[in-house]
């Protein structure tokens, strides 16, 4: 069992920065990965990024090359940088990660706007 808390969301303005972490009560990313799913008003929830055990990532189109993730084992956590903000990017941001069991965290909530 794990538990998983976000956090680092807030208001920014379009292309700014912010970086969503997220802490796990026992350190799980670096022996089975994570990922970031997002989810906009009235929309369904959708992939972000994902990090495997081995270190490679992936990412959804639509933020390559403004997205970063990555993993601090040693804090239990994982990271998501997120460059360039648009107003799309506006949702709550959860991460996830799995071993027998799928766990999510409570969310953080982006808010790109003017």
């Known amino acids: 069992q794990v538990q998983l808390v976000e956090s680092g969301g807030g208001l920014v303005q379009p292309g700014g920065s912010l970086r969503l972490s997220c802490v796990a009560s026992?350190?799980?990313?670096?022996?089975?990965?994570g990922a970031w799913y997002r989810q906009a008003p009235g929309k369904q929830r959708e992939f972000v990024a994902r990090i495997f055990s081995g270190g490679s990532t992936a990412y959804t189109d639509s933020v390559k090359g403004r997205f970063t993730i990555s993993r601090d084992n040693a804090r239990n956590t994982m990271y998501l940088q997120m460059n360039t903000l648009k107003p799309e990017d506006t949702a709550v941001y959860y991460c996830?990660?799995?071993?027998?069991?799928?766990?999510w965290g409570q969310g953080t909530q982006v808010i790109v706007s003017s």
């Open positions: 996830s990660a799995k071993d027998v069991y799928d766990y």
């Open positions: 026992r350190n799980i990313f670096g022996a089975y990965g």
